[in-house]
């Protein structure tokens, strides 16, 4: 079965600073692995993706993350954080075949101090 | 740039009625999804639908739920008789076809069941 695990429920970050947020999965093959945003009242919004190729995926709004297979993980990046990137960030994870059901994580809350 | 739309955006009910939620997907999507995120909780994958029928469902999509597509457009999530832990906010997912690639969520549905 998948899983996966974002051990950090809330995040305080000052604007300017960098960020990463840690995603851990669980999976028996290679993976599709997802970041989703979902500000207050809103859907999810997909910052990047990862499916195969290049293990460094660029997103939009500066975001990036790193897939190591090694460490079962999926970190995500920012070099400086910007008030607007305060959200709820949720790493997916879903199998390669069409149709298949995303498994989510609990979810990291990004507080941005001014 | 298109997007899955969803109606209503907050609806309240009674337990044991039936609620009808509606989704109009991307329009040259071919999968289309259903979760659901309980308050605090992480999103859940509730049922997949691909050529007029379910693909996969999870634990959580029992009897006393269905999914429909009614016309060439809409795609609803029944709930026969509702209880108060359906209380949640239903996001309505579609996908041109590969997994994952081009999934987009809408903005979802928060059900109050009283």
């Known amino acids: 079965a998948q899983s996966v695990t974002q051990p950090d429920i809330h995040i305080t970050v000052s604007e300017g600073a960098s960020l990463e947020l840690r995603c851990n999965y669980s999976?028996?093959?290679?993976?599709?692995l997802f970041w989703y945003v979902q500000s207050p009242g809103q859907g999810l919004q997909l910052l990047l993706k990862y499916f195969s190729g290049d293990t460094l995926v660029q997103g939009i709004k500066g975001f990036e993350a790193e897939f190591k297979r090694s460490q079962s993980s999926f970190n995500l990046r920012k070099p400086s954080v910007h008030w607007s990137d305060a959200a709820e960030y949720f790493c997916?994870?879903?199998?390669?075949?069409?149709?298949?059901?995303?498994?989510f994580g609990e979810g990291t809350q990004l507080t941005v101090n001014p | 740039e298109p997007e899955v739309t969803q109606t209503p955006s907050h609806q309240v009910t009674q337990m044991g009625q039936e609620v009808i939620l509606r989704c109009v997907p991307i329009s040259n999507h071919l999968y289309f999804y259903w979760y659901r995120q309980i308050l605090g909780q992480k999103v859940e994958f509730l049922v997949s639908f691909y050529n007029n029928e379910i693909s996969e469902k999870s634990e959580i999509f029992d009897d006393q739920f269905s999914v429909e597509r009614p016309d060439g457009s809409n795609f609803t999530l029944k709930i026969r008789s509702t209880k108060l832990e359906d209380s949640a906010m239903y996001f309505c997912?579609?996908?041109?076809?590969?997994?994952?690639?081009?999934?987009?969520f809408g903005p979802g549905t928060r059900l109050t069941v009283l």
């Open positions: 999976y028996g093959a290679t993976p599709y």
């Open positions: 997916a994870v879903g199998a390669q075949t069409s149709g298949s059901r995303l498994t």
């Open positions: 997912a579609s996908s041109v076809g590969t997994s994952g690639v081009n999934r987009f």
